[in-house]
DNA sequence: TTTCTGACA
DNA sequence: TGTCAGGA
């Protein structure tokens, strides 16, 4: 399965990405009105977030701790033509989803973050990660 | 038990 | 942004 797909899979729920952000759920969901992140839902209606949503909630982190607002950080993801865009298809997540444990977690962010190192990506997440390998 | 939306002493 | 209410 191709890199995109894989990071555009709808994982994770609200927990485990506030604790992978270390965000509020309320600071999550706000930004989420603002159009910064647009994570899929499951068919309860609950937030299901992809590695491409982590990645730019905590680009979004990173920009708010620099005393960016909304509407800048807003504008660095439009430079970037960074659009968040829906890339999954309510019917798939069902089948695919389902309560991530503690072990299968930390392997999935093991392997992002060699993917990462591999390709010289922007290393906010290297750092931010790796908080979970200690 | 966790997450959701709306609202504001 | 925090936090509470009232549901799902």
Redesign the pocket.
């Known amino acids: 399965m191709s890199d995109e797909v894989r990071r555009s899979m709808p994982l994770f729920?609200?927990?485990?990405v506030?604790s992978l952000t270390a965000l509020?759920?309320?600071?999550i969901?706000?930004y989420e009105q603002n159009g910064l992140v647009t994570p899929a839902r499951s068919k309860?209606?609950?937030?299901l977030f992809s590695f491409n949503d982590v990645d730019r909630l905590l680009e979004i982190k990173s920009l708010?701790e620099k005393g960016v607002n909304l509407a800048g950080i807003r504008q660095v993801f439009d430079l970037k033509q960074e659009t968040p865009r829906p890339d999954y298809k309510p019917g798939e997540v069902q089948e695919v989803y389902h309560q991530l444990s503690e072990k299968e977690l930390r392997k999935m962010l093991r392997k992002e973050i060699e993917n990462d190192a591999g390709k010289g990506n922007f290393g906010l997440r290297q750092g931010e990660l790796s908080r979970f390998f200690h």
């Open positions: 729920s609200m927990g485990i506030q509020t759920p309320r600071q969901r706000y309860g209606n609950q937030r708010v």
